[in-house]
């Protein structure tokens, strides 16, 4: 049986985290919050998250079975929950780019951003579901016009997927279902600490990078993909 959790939907929102850590900071419940428009939308560190023709706009609010030791994990929790529910309700698995992009190819057409305080998480999902004329760096899950219910259908089914992992056990999360899909794995990358060859994804969620000065445990940071992404 799915989770129970409560649902807010708006037609516009400043931001779907903020109004989903405040809802679940009045009841105490998960909470899913969907808006049709976000209009002041952030990306990971800050960034401003730029906004499709029609898009998912999401955050889950929760307070999870964990312990905050394994937080890193919860990005990968997320992208394999979106990655599901997409599969399901547009017929489209794209890839994961290590720790928060989707991508068709090498082009985003989706982020998230997890944050984390008190115990509480706040994990937040925006998906292109159609953009007539995107930059050249995005791309969009539908190639052309979507109907009223899709972005509602696919964010609770990201809910009803995250909430599943993230209120069970620890163990619970589907790591080697993520490596699969991690299109970082394998590929030349640019990070914070040099160039080197992305050579998996551990337990805990780190990224291991392989240089000539040996193997480094990445954390957190902007990873590029070298020949695009």
């Not at 405040?22 to 990971?44: C, E, I, K, T």
């Not at 979106?82 to 599969?87: G, K, S």
């Not at 995250?162 to 619970?172: A, C, T």
Request: with cysteine; aromatic share 6%.
């Amino acid at each position: 049986m799915a989770t129970p959790y409560d649902i807010i939907s708006m037609d516009e929102v400043a931001s779907t985290q903020d109004a989903a850590t405040a809802a679940f900071s009045a009841s105490g419940d998960p909470v899913l919050v969907v808006a049709d428009r976000q209009v002041s939308g952030r990306g990971r560190a800050g960034r401003v998250w730029l906004e499709p023709d029609v898009g998912m706009f999401a955050s889950v609010a929760c307070m999870p079975r964990w312990p905050e030791s394994d937080f890193p994990r919860i990005p990968l929790a997320a992208a394999v929950a979106v990655r599901r529910a997409l599969a399901t309700e547009t017929g489209l698995a794209p890839d994961l780019k290590w720790p928060n992009d989707l991508l068709i190819g090498d082009r985003k057409i989706g982020g998230i951003l997890v944050e984390a305080a008190g115990g509480r998480i706040t994990a937040g999902c925006g998906v292109n579901l159609w953009w007539a004329e995107p930059p050249p760096f995005a791309a969009a899950v539908c190639a052309g016009g979507v109907d009223h219910g899709l972005a509602m259908r696919v964010a609770t089914r990201w809910a009803d997927e995250l909430l599943s992992i993230v209120l069970g056990p620890h163990e619970g999360l589907p790591l080697e279902e993520y490596r699969a899909a991690c299109t970082t794995i394998g590929r030349r990358i640019r990070w914070t600490g040099g160039e080197g060859v992305a050579a998996d994804v551990d337990d805990g969620g780190a990224l291991i990078v392989v240089d000539d000065e040996g193997r480094h445990r990445v954390l957190a940071g902007d990873v590029h993909l070298l020949g695009g992404g």
